[in-house]
C-alpha cells in the first residue's frame, strides 16, 4: 500500500537531528514548565512529554531508565518527574500538557506556540481565568459567562484544593489592581525639573 497517512511530523530533519530535537525540547519543556517554539515542534514535543509523564506515574525501574535515556540532563529531571510531577498528576486521566497558539515570533512568520505543563506554576489558562475573575468582581458582575464557568472548572477539576488556590489568585489579583489604582492617583512629590 503506497501512501498512507504520516505517523508523526519529519519536521524537515533526518532522524538522528528529528529525535535530538524533540529531547531538548522535552527536557526544557520539564526544566522550566513552559516553552515557546513552532507549533508543529510543540506538538511532536507534547505526544513526547506526555509518554514521560505516563512512565512518571508507573514508577518502576524499567519506567526510570526509560525516561533516563530521553533527558539530556537526567539527573536534574528525574527526580522532578518521580517526585513533584508524578503527585501532581496521580489522580488526572491524562491531558498533561497544553499548546497554546500565539502571535508567530520569528522573522519567518511560523506558526508559534506555548507549550506548558497544566495544573503548574505557570498554567497560562488558571492564570488568566483567575484575572478574568478578579476583573468581573471589581467590575460588580454578579453571575459569570459560560466560558468563564468552564474555565474555572477545568482550571480548577485536577488541581489539588483547586478552588481554594484559584479565589487566593483573585484575592491577590485584586489587591494588586488597588495598588495600581492608587499609586496612579497619588501626586507626583518630585520637584519639576528645570
Known amino acids: 500500500m503506497a501512501g498512507g497517512a504520516a505517523k508523526f511530523r519529519h519536521l524537515s530533519r533526518k532522524s538522528s537531528h528529528r529525535q535530538a530535537l524533540l529531547r531538548n525540547l522535552v527536557t526544557s519543556l520539564f ?3 513552559s516553552i515557546t517554539t513552532t507549533w508543529a515542534k510543540a506538538k511532536e ?3 513526547l ?3 514521560l509523564i505516563t512512565l512518571g506515574k508507573k514508577n518502576t ?19 522532578k518527574l518521580f517526585g513533584p510531577i508524578r503527585e501532581r498528576y496521580a489522580e488526572r486521566p491524562g491531558g498533561y500538557t497544553r499548546v497554546l497558539r500565539v502571535e508567530p515570533k520569528k522573522d519567518d512568520q511560523a506558526p508559534s ?18 484575572k478574568t475573575l478578579a476583573r468581573q468582581r471589581a467590575l460588580g458582575f454578579e ?9 474555572v472548572r477545568k482550571v480548577t477539576q485536577f488541581r489539588k484544593d ?3 488556590v484559584l479565589e487566593k489568585e483573585i484575592q491577590r489579583l485584586g489587591l494588586e489592581s488597588d495598588v495600581q489604582e492608587d499609586t496612579k492617583k497619588k501626586p507626583s512629590t518630585r520637584s519639576p525639573r528645570r
Do not use: C, W
Not at 525501574?61 to 527526580?79: N, V, W
Not at 453571575?143 to 474555565?151: H, W
Open 143 to 151: 453571575t459569570l459567562s459560560e466560558i468563564a464557568i468552564m474555565n
Open 61 to 79: 525501574e524499567a519506567s526510570r531508565r526509560r525516561a533516563l535515556e530521553t533527558f539530556y540532563t537526567p539527573h536534574d529531571i528525574l527526580p
Open 162 to 164: 483547586g478552588v481554594d
Open 45 to 47: 514535543a507534547q505526544r
Open 49 to 51: 512529554a506526555e509518554k
Open 31 to 33: 526544566q522550566h514548565e
Open 113 to 130: 506556540a506555548i507549550l506548558e505543563l497544566v495544573d503548574g506554576p505557570k498554567d497560562m489558562r488558571f492564570a488568566l481565568t483567575a
